[in-house]
């Protein structure tokens, strides 16, 4: 499974950005997909996570009522729509994949590349 996120970019505080995450070389219907970042000098932490059926989402709390995770199962892509953006949320982005979000933190689940979100003062 390889996974491509994009979306990234440079936005003002109170800003929006969408990231997506292109999943390719196998359906993402079987898949659970999450949201993780890391700024410098911090570990990297999941902050977001959908159900293989959509049904089940869940967020950090630093994000809970912000952030909005869905995915499209026909495009094979995952989608992390943040919304007043803060300073704090400086980081590099990552998309995974697991059987279940439980399993996004075990070495079982596939990454992406990183997508650098800075949110300026």
């Known amino acids: 499974v390889q996974l491509q996120a994009s979306g990234g970019g440079l936005v003002q505080a109170g800003g929006s950005l969408r990231l997506s995450c292109k999943v390719s070389g196998s359906t993402l219907d079987w898949y659970a997909g999450g949201w993780f970042r890391q700024a410098p000098e911090k570990e990297r932490e999941k902050i977001s996570c959908i159900s293989s059926g959509g049904i089940v989402t869940n967020y950090v709390d630093s994000v809970q009522g912000r952030f909005t995770i869905s995915r499209d199962n026909a495009k094979n892509m995952v989608y992390l729509q943040m919304n007043n953006l803060k300073p704090d949320d400086t980081a590099v982005y990552y998309c995974?994949?697991?059987?279940?979000?439980?399993?996004?933190?075990?070495?079982?689940?596939?990454w992406g590349q990183g997508t650098q979100v800075t949110v300026s003062s």
């Open positions: 995974a994949v697991a059987p279940l979000c439980s399993g996004l933190t075990t070495p079982f689940a596939s």
